[in-house]
């Protein structure tokens, strides 16, 4: 396993295993990955999924899963880790607009624009500039993949004093 970061927000990790890669966990980010080789399997929303070589995975903060190998040959692959609110300002720079945070239905794809993004963030320096190319890269890949986030789609009406009363709510109860 190798694993870096690329700035706030964005790690970047590569690993290999064999048989069992890691028990069920989740993260706060969203895991954008690429399948290098072997088969990749994991539970995901109660189904079993399988990745190969050239798949892009997405899977959604918060959202439980596990890995293994599909055979036993082993499975390679390089993912990217983004904060939700890294994808959230990419999503807003991109739209001209706020934007819902992009939500990928199936977890395994053939998407060039993924691959694209997650190879080049394998050679890319840790610096700011480059990074935010990386993220902006990256949403624009999930909200194309989203069909909720179509250019012609509206964001949801906020009520104004419903989330007043959410505020006042927090507020009272954080002191």
């Known amino acids: 396993m ?10 970047a ?3 290999w295993f064999g048989g069992r890669g890691f028990d069920r966990h989740r993260h706060d980010t969203y895991a954008i990955g690429l399948t290098d080789s072997g088969v990749q399997a ?6 079993a999924e399988m990745s190969l070589p050239g798949q892009a995975v997405v899977l959604h903060p918060d959202e439980t899963h596990d890995g293994r190998a599909g055979t036993r040959d082993g499975f390679g692959y390089r993912i990217v880790y983004v904060a939700p609110a890294r994808i959230q300002e990419a999503a807003r720079a991109i739209r001209g607009r706020p934007s819902p945070l992009p939500f990928v239905k199936e977890p395994v794809t053939v998407n060039a624009a993924l691959t694209a993004a997650i190879t080049g963030a394998f050679r890319l320096e840790a ?10 890269a990256l949403t624009e890949a999930l909200l194309d993949a989203d069909p909720s ?9 906020l009520d104004p ?15």
């Open 2 to 11: 190798r694993s870096r970061a690329l700035g706030d927000g964005v790690q």
């Open 127 to 136: 610096e700011p500039l480059a990074t935010d190319a990386l993220v902006l």
């Open 42 to 47: 994991f539970d995901y929303r109660g189904v």
């Open 13 to 15: 990790l590569q690993a």
């Open 149 to 157: 986030c179509a250019a012609g789609a509206r964001p949801p009406r």
């Open 161 to 175: 004093a419903a989330l007043t009363r959410a505020r006042h709510f927090l507020d009272a109860a954080t002191d």
